[in-house]
């Protein structure tokens, strides 16, 4: 579309010393790598936090090394909860699909010699980085991590340690990491608004990008409105924590019988204000898996997309009501309960995209030729997941369900399946699908598929039972289940054991992954350009790609991104840039 | 790998994994049908209400489930790698238009149908001859205080706050409406008579939730909640905590006993005579204290 791409800063020579290629490089490739990296980090400290709590709700007498006299503490156990959540969501969810894969791919899938602001994208990752050292830093202060989940919601993450051990210089940390990671998500997600707009290359209209683009887009508009206001609240909390403010905090708490020297803040304000972010942030971290989804299930079904332009008015569509359903994380919280319902409504409304997407992935696979590779193997699981984990959402999107079934394992079973695995399947597919144009090599197809035999079954394993538990009234966030009667009884703790022992197996099962990928990284079979015959711009050019990406030779986009089994060509796949000509068909 | 040459191991692939998909839904089905995972029956005509809202959820949505699962599962298998040409197909405006509207209609209308529980219970204020309780939520356990024979209750003060020497609400000493307040720590309500809970906190956000009851609701600081019910069995039963609240917050229990009118008076009665200025919170002295007929004389 317009010439500016060409003139961008990368064009020129590759920087040749190790600092500048490797460490505070400004090639989004490499930041892309980074960033992949960066989570790939964080999930193991995530997954290692999941199996210590799964260990503790199975076995709460268990001796685990490393806790003072063997036994994990109540507060323990609660900071266990909430430094998983964060890190999960922060820095595995966030960072992989969108900063990761967005960031090596969105440019090149566009034509585009790197991001709209090279240094500015190094700034985020380095910010995030620094985030990062922050959060996990607050295992290691005095009185430990904050335990007030990751929501965090005040008084009790705003009054210091009075509330609890963590609540003091854990709490600090932790505010000052998701700050942090606030600031680096904003530059982020104006660089990808700014990329995708300016830099896309000749014939690559709006409506010829990738799924992929178009959710890196969406998903990067959401960033940007929510980050901002999550920031906001972030650093009103701080102020509240160490200046004396009193935003969240009302007047005449009495704490251990000691009354707190606060005035005239709201509670509420604080759910509002996260929220706002938060439901988005779930869509920040779905939206890039779908549009993966949606990639990889038309690439090995040889068949267009069905309904790409459907797809994409959902896309758009989650997107924009994805801003006015934060009200149904609020049903019982006091709340007008008028408000309630319109949340009710909206978020009921919210499902209509959803399924519309969900039915034209099997819209895609119908009639296909489907070739079952890993990538494609975590794209049904994708839609199988995301099937399972969104279908709960009708439920608590009821205020009158919702009810009973609020802040139950119901829950935890709904937001699991359809935030943290569907999006980790779609992480893993990505992964899958484009590690050999990342690293020119292939990733072992044996590995790959046992490792998705057992995640996919070990997954379900772990969540789904958590519904039932969820039905019979089981509380979240609860240490154990000894302060309630009908929780203490062998049917619910039969069911602990279960999950437990599922989430060991399919935790031990990513050490396959991890393998895999570092194994892969040296002694995988050498990848051609386009391994999966596939159609977009990245297949066009070497694997790995060269510096600026097209290697001076930009390219020119005459048709759309799915151009599979087209009637009359001579392959069954019609690579983006082909001119009709050369795709030996007149159109 | 690259590409494999056509249809090479994909039937095995797909047939495992089509399995993998119907045993998934076949567990799925049987267990939430099964009745093994269930809610305590309901004790409020609303609980019943919610319920019939929740079996209704319960079939829309499994039968979306069913049908999406079995479908993925189906074309999965169908249309496996066999040498085949793909049908080429950009997609299909009428099914684009079929589905959404079905889900509108579907999820929408699940929404209109829950909505009367919603209302009756919190756009509906309680009758003015509800039974007025005050629910104090702190650090972790629950006081509910009684009006008392004067039917006002006293006010409070935050400074006043004494757990330990039995005053864990700050009553006020200065105020002649709270003499007669009854704190307890445990809550006593008549059958078949309607009751409004002012719930409080003192210091984080708890929250109450009673299973029987089919209600939940927030206790937030520097707010007052209003919730009512109607309880219409007989009984006791737990209230438990769940708004995450501090390192206690698992064992922030107590007991909601629902007795008949006669019970409920002597009770009362029991109560007033008593006066405890309040009980120590601890586990043993809640349980005890819910049917304590007697204790030293009042102040």
Same mark, same amino acid.
């Given at each position: 579309?317009?010439?500016?791409?060409?003139?961008?800063?990368?064009?020129?020579?590759?920087?040749?010393?190790?600092?500048?290629?490797?460490?505070?490089?400004?090639?989004?490739?490499?930041?892309?790598?980074?960033?992949?990296?960066?989570?790939?980090?964080?999930?193991?400290?995530?997954?290692?936090?999941?199996?210590?709590?799964?260990?503790?709700?199975?076995?709460?007498?268990?001796?685990?090394? %490393?806790?003072?006299?063997?036994?994990?503490?109540?507060?323990?156990?609660?900071?266990?909860?909430?430094?998983?959540?964060?890190?999960?969501?922060?820095?595995?969810?966030?960072?992989?699909?969108?900063?990761?894969?967005?960031?090596?791919?969105?440019?090149?899938?566009?034509?585009?010699?790197?991001?709209?602001?090279?240094?500015?994208?190094?700034?985020?990752?380095?910010?995030?980085?620094?985030?990062?050292?922050?959060?996990?830093?607050?295992?290691?202060?005095?009185?430990?991590?904050?335990?007030?989940?990751?929501?965090?919601?005040?008084?009790?993450?705003?009054?210091?340690?009075?509330?609890?051990?963590?609540?003091?210089?854990?709490?600090?940390?932790?505010?000052?990491?998701?700050?942090?990671?606030?600031?680096?998500?904003?530059?982020?997600?104006?660089?990808?608004?700014?990329?995708?707009?300016?830099?896309?290359?000749?014939?690559?209209?709006?409506?010829?990008?990738?799924?992929?683009? *178009?959710?890196?887009?969406?998903?990067?508009?959401?960033?940007?409105?929510?980050?901002?206001?999550?920031?906001?609240?972030?650093?009103?909390?701080?102020?509240?924590?160490?200046?004396?403010?009193?935003?969240?905090?009302?007047?005449?708490?009495?704490?251990?019988?000691?009354?707190?020297?606060?005035?005239?803040?709201?509670?509420?304000? *604080?759910?509002?204000?996260?929220?706002?972010?938060?439901?988005?942030?779930?869509?920040?971290?779905?939206?890039?898996?779908?549009?993966?989804?949606?990639?990889?299930?038309?690439?090995?079904?040889?068949?267009?997309?069905?309904?790409?332009?459907?797809?994409?008015?959902?896309?758009?569509?989650?997107?924009?009501?994805?801003?006015?359903?934060?009200?149904?994380?609020?049903?019982?919280?006091?709340?007008?309960?008028?408000?309630?319902?319109?949340?009710?409504?909206?978020?009921?409304?919210?499902?209509?995209?959803?399924?519309?997407?969900?039915?034209?992935?099997?819209?895609?696979?119908?009639?296909?030729?489907?070739?079952?590779?890993?990538?494609?193997?975590?794209?049904?699981?994708?839609?199988?997941?995301?099937?399972?984990?969104?279908?709960?959402?009708?439920?608590?999107?009821?205020?009158?369900?919702?009810?009973?079934?609020?802040?139950?394992?119901?829950?935890?079973?709904?937001?699991?399946?359809?935030?943290?695995?569907?999006?980790?399947?779609?992480?893993?597919?990505?992964?899958?699908?484009?590690?050999?144009?990342?690293?020119?090599?292939?990733?072992?197809?044996?590995?790959?598929?046992?490792?998705?035999?057992?995640?996919?079954? %070990?997954?379900?394993?772990?969540?789904?039972?958590?519904?039932?538990?969820?039905?019979?009234?089981?509380?979240?966030?609860?240490?154990?289940?000894?302060?309630?009667?009908?929780?203490?009884?062998?049917?619910?703790?039969?069911?602990?054991?279960?999950?437990?022992?599922?989430?060991?197996?399919?935790?031990?099962?990513?050490?396959?992954?991890?393998?895999?990928?570092?194994?892969?990284?040296?002694?995988?079979?050498?990848?051609?350009?386009?391994? *999966?015959?596939?159609?977009?711009?990245?297949?066009?050019?070497?694997?790995?790609?060269?510096?600026?990406?097209?290697?001076?030779?930009?390219?020119?986009?005459?048709?759309?991104?799915?151009?599979?089994?087209?009637?009359?060509?001579?392959?069954?796949?019609?690579?983006?840039?082909?001119?009709?000509?050369?795709? %030996?068909?007149?159109? | 790998?690259?590409?494999?040459?056509?249809?090479?191991?994909?039937?095995?692939?797909?047939?495992?994994?089509?399995? @993998?998909?119907?045993?998934?839904?076949?567990?799925?089905? &049987?267990?939430?049908?099964?009745?093994?995972?269930?809610?305590?029956?309901?004790?409020?005509?609303?609980?019943?209400?919610?319920?019939?809202?929740?079996?209704?959820? @319960?079939?829309?949505?499994?039968?979306?489930?069913?049908?999406?699962?079995?479908?993925?599962?189906?074309?999965?298998?169908?249309?496996?790698?066999?040498?085949?040409?793909?049908?080429?197909?950009?997609?299909?405006?009428? @099914?684009?238009?079929?589905?959404?509207?079905?889900?509108?209609?579907?999820?929408?209308?699940?929404?209109?149908?829950?909505?009367?529980?919603?209302?009756?219970?919190?756009?509906?204020?309680?009758?003015?001859?509800?039974?007025?309780?005050?629910?104090?939520?702190?650090?972790?356990?629950?006081?509910?205080? &009684?009006?008392?024979?004067?039917?006002?209750?006293?006010?409070?003060?935050?400074?006043?706050?004494?757990?330990?020497?039995?005053?864990?609400?700050?009553?006020?000493?200065?105020?002649?409406?709270?003499?007669?307040?009854?704190?307890?720590?445990?809550?006593?309500?008549?059958?078949?008579?309607?009751?409004?809970?002012?719930?409080?906190?003192?210091?984080?956000?708890?929250?109450?939730?009673?299973?029987?009851?089919? @209600?939940?609701?927030?206790?937030?600081?520097?707010?007052?909640?209003?919730?009512?019910?109607?309880?219409?069995?007989?009984?006791?039963?737990?209230?438990?905590?769940?708004?995450?609240?501090?390192?206690?917050?698992?064992?922030?229990?107590?007991?909601?006993?629902?007795?008949?009118?006669?019970?409920?008076?002597?009770?009362?009665?029991?109560?007033?005579?008593?006066?405890?200025?309040?009980?120590?919170?601890?586990?043993?002295?809640?349980?005890?204290?819910?049917?304590?007929?007697?204790?030293?004389?009042?102040?």
């Amino acid at each position: 579309m317009s010439s500016q791409a060409h003139a961008a800063p990368h064009v020129g020579a590759a920087p040749t010393g190790f600092v500048r290629k490797y460490i505070f490089s400004v090639d989004h490739k490499v930041i892309g790598i980074q960033y992949y990296l960066l989570a790939l980090t964080a999930v193991a400290v995530g997954i290692f936090l999941s199996v210590l709590m799964r260990l503790h709700l199975a076995w709460p007498t268990l001796h685990l090394p %490393g806790f003072v006299g063997g036994l994990m503490t109540p507060e323990q156990y609660l900071s266990l909860v909430t430094m998983h959540g964060t890190i999960m969501i922060f820095f595995v969810l966030t960072t992989a699909p969108q900063s990761g894969f967005g960031n090596y791919f969105l440019p090149i899938q566009i034509g585009a010699p790197d991001m709209a602001f090279p240094v500015i994208n190094m700034m985020s990752f380095w910010v995030t980085f620094v985030a990062f050292v922050f959060m996990v830093g607050a295992f290691f202060v005095p009185g430990g991590a904050p335990l007030g989940g990751w929501t965090n919601y005040p008084p009790l993450s705003g009054l210091g340690e009075v509330t609890g051990p963590g609540e003091g210089m854990g709490e600090t940390f932790w505010l000052i990491s998701i700050s942090l990671f606030c600031l680096a998500s904003l530059m982020g997600a104006l660089n990808f608004i700014a990329t995708t707009i300016d830099l896309r290359a000749p014939g690559m209209s709006l409506m010829r990008m990738p799924l992929t683009v *178009w959710a890196w887009l969406v998903t990067a508009i959401l960033g940007l409105l929510a980050f901002g206001v999550l920031l906001a609240a972030g650093i009103l909390l701080l102020l509240d924590r160490g200046a004396g403010t009193s935003f969240f905090i009302p007047a005449g708490l009495v704490v251990s019988d000691t009354v707190q020297n606060h005035s005239g803040g709201s509670p509420l304000l *604080w759910q509002h204000l996260f929220w706002f972010f938060g439901h988005p942030e779930v869509y920040i971290a779905i939206l890039p898996g779908m549009g993966v989804a949606s990639h990889v299930l038309s690439t090995f079904s040889r068949k267009p997309v069905f309904g790409y332009k459907a797809m994409v008015y959902a896309l758009c569509g989650i997107g924009f009501l994805g801003f006015m359903v934060w009200g149904h994380h609020m049903f019982v919280s006091g709340m007008s309960p008028y408000s309630g319902l319109a949340f009710s409504f909206l978020t009921l409304a919210i499902g209509v995209p959803s399924a519309i997407k969900t039915f034209n992935w099997l819209g895609t696979l119908w009639g296909g030729r489907i070739q079952f590779t890993t990538p494609m193997l975590y794209a049904l699981g994708f839609v199988s997941l995301f099937v399972s984990g969104g279908l709960s959402g009708i439920f608590l999107a009821q205020p009158a369900v919702d009810l009973y079934l609020h802040d139950t394992y119901f829950v935890v079973a709904h937001f699991h399946l359809i935030m943290g695995v569907a999006a980790i399947f779609g992480i893993f597919s990505a992964t899958y699908f484009w590690f050999p144009k990342m690293f020119g090599r292939m990733m072992n197809d044996t590995l790959g598929r046992l490792h998705f035999w057992i995640t996919f079954i %070990g997954v379900y394993c772990i969540f789904m039972p958590m519904h039932f538990i969820g039905i019979v009234g089981h509380p979240r966030r609860y240490a154990d289940s000894t302060g309630v009667n009908y929780l203490a009884t062998p049917l619910l703790h039969h069911v602990h054991v279960f999950m437990t022992v599922a989430a060991i197996v399919t935790a031990i099962a990513q050490l396959l992954f991890f393998f895999n990928f570092f194994w892969s990284l040296k002694f995988g079979a050498k990848a051609s350009q386009n391994p *999966w015959l596939a159609t977009t711009l990245e297949w066009t050019i070497p694997s790995p790609p060269p510096h600026d990406n097209f290697g001076g030779n930009y390219p020119s986009v005459y048709r759309g991104p799915y151009e599979f089994s087209v009637p009359g060509a001579q392959d069954d796949f019609i690579p983006q840039n082909l001119t009709p000509a050369q795709a %030996g068909q007149a159109r | 790998m690259e590409m494999k040459t056509p249809g090479k191991g994909s039937t095995g692939t797909a047939l495992l994994l089509a399995l @993998l998909i119907v045993v998934l839904v076949g567990w799925t089905v &049987y267990t939430f049908g099964a009745g093994k995972y269930q809610p305590p029956a309901p004790i409020t005509q609303i609980g019943q209400e919610i319920d019939v809202q929740y079996q209704r959820t @319960l079939w829309v949505t499994g039968i979306v489930f069913v049908l999406s699962q079995l479908g993925l599962a189906w074309a999965i298998f169908r249309f496996r790698d066999r040498g085949q040409r793909a049908t080429f197909s950009r997609g299909n405006n009428t @099914l684009e238009a079929l589905w959404t509207t079905a889900t509108i209609v579907l999820f929408l209308g699940l929404g209109v149908m829950a909505r009367h529980a919603w209302a009756a219970t919190h756009f509906v204020e309680a009758d003015s001859d509800a039974i007025r309780v005050e629910v104090t939520g702190n650090q972790f356990v629950w006081n509910f205080r &009684y009006a008392g024979p004067d039917g006002k209750f006293g006010r409070l003060d935050n400074k006043q706050v004494a757990s330990s020497s039995g005053n864990p609400l700050g009553l006020d000493a200065a105020d002649a409406a709270g003499k007669d307040d009854i704190v307890v720590p445990t809550l006593t309500v008549p059958v078949d008579h309607q009751v409004e809970l002012l719930l409080r906190s003192q210091d984080v956000i708890h929250s109450f939730f009673v299973r029987e009851l089919r @209600l939940k609701q927030d206790a937030v600081p520097g707010m007052v909640i209003p919730i009512h019910f109607t309880a219409t069995q007989i009984g006791r039963y737990e209230i438990v905590c769940t708004q995450l609240c501090g390192l206690g917050h698992y064992r922030m229990r107590s007991f909601l006993d629902v007795v008949s009118d006669a019970d409920y008076q002597k009770f009362l009665k029991d109560q007033e005579q008593a006066l405890l200025p309040a009980p120590a919170a601890t586990a043993a002295a809640q349980d005890a204290a819910a049917t304590a007929t007697s204790g030293v004389a009042a102040k």
